[in-house]
């Protein structure tokens, strides 16, 4: 058998040692919740990703994930527009072989506040205590990631109960009310409006109101 000579040049690249090595990182790896500021989820993971490199831990940082499920939200005119929806706002997960490089690495990188783990009590004095980082279980895990991964899309709507609006169009047009129920499936809501001096229950398409 012969090889052209990028196929060659691979073989010698590949050291049967290291991909052993890699093999043992990659079942040894496990994931972490690691706690960001609010609204910095992306920022972190761009941040985490750079420094990896830079830093040159690959070997130990594997993956930055931030699992997110797909949704429907709904637009002015009737139609829904997909996006997603992180399934923990305020949280990125990270698989690595955790040592204390590593926890230096992710801890000092900008707008994260801490691992997910148990509080370790102050020997002296008062104050909080060191944070363990706990790796997440296994069922935890393939639970989120098949969460995120196989979902349907779910219609996501701005509305609550209890939500005061006002109607913008239709024959209810610039009526008050308050929400009384919500159902995204339908994307529609019902609303208590005043007509005729009287609390009336009515059912409107989610694009036909406003929140005041």
Known sequence: MTFTSDESQELVQRNPAEESEENLALEKARWYAVQVASGCE??????????IQTLDVTNR????????????????????????????????LVRMLMDDEVWQV????????????????????????????MPLGHSEVERIFKQSQEQEPVRKIDMAVGDKIVVLSGPFKDFEGEVIEVSAERNKLKALLSIFGRETPVELEVNQVQKV
Not at 79 to 89: A, D, I, L, R, Y
């Open 42 to 51: 992306k920022r972190v993971k761009a941040n985490l990703e750079q420094r």
């Open 106 to 133: 992710i801890k000092n990188t900008p707008n994260v506040i801490n691992f997910v783990g148990a509080e370790q009590k102050r020997r002296y004095g008062r104050g909080r205590g060191h944070v363990k980082p």
């Open 61 to 92: 940082i594997l993956d930055v994930q931030i699992p997110e499920t797909p949704i429907l939200r709904p637009q002015k005119d009737g139609k829904p527009k997909e996006g997603s929806e992180k399934v923990f706002p305020g949280y990125v």
